[in-house]
């Protein structure tokens, strides 16, 4: 088992890495950011949120997954 590490910065990191990947395949499949909320049935800004590497909850995670036809996983890695 391993120990956190001293900072939170790893957590953000990590945050911003799934937004950056999200973002990528969203353009990969030419979609928009409104196609991407709309199709979700989120907030808008919530797709932006996650773009930008903050917060998110694993259900949003799972629905802008479900609509790009991917798989969290990758999405996570």
């Given at each position: ?13 990590k ?28 907030d ?19 629905r ?11 999405l996570?890695?």
């Open positions: 088992m391993r120990d956190l590490p001293d900072d939170e910065e790893w957590t953000s990191d945050l911003k890495a799934i937004g950056e990947r999200v973002r990528a395949e969203r353009r990969r499949q030419g979609l928009t950011q409104d196609q991407v909320w709309q199709a979700a049935r989120i808008r800004r919530t797709v932006q949120n996650v773009e930008a590497g903050r917060e998110m909850k694993v259900s949003t995670l799972l802008i997954a479900w609509v790009l036809e991917v798989s969290p996983a990758d996570v890695r």
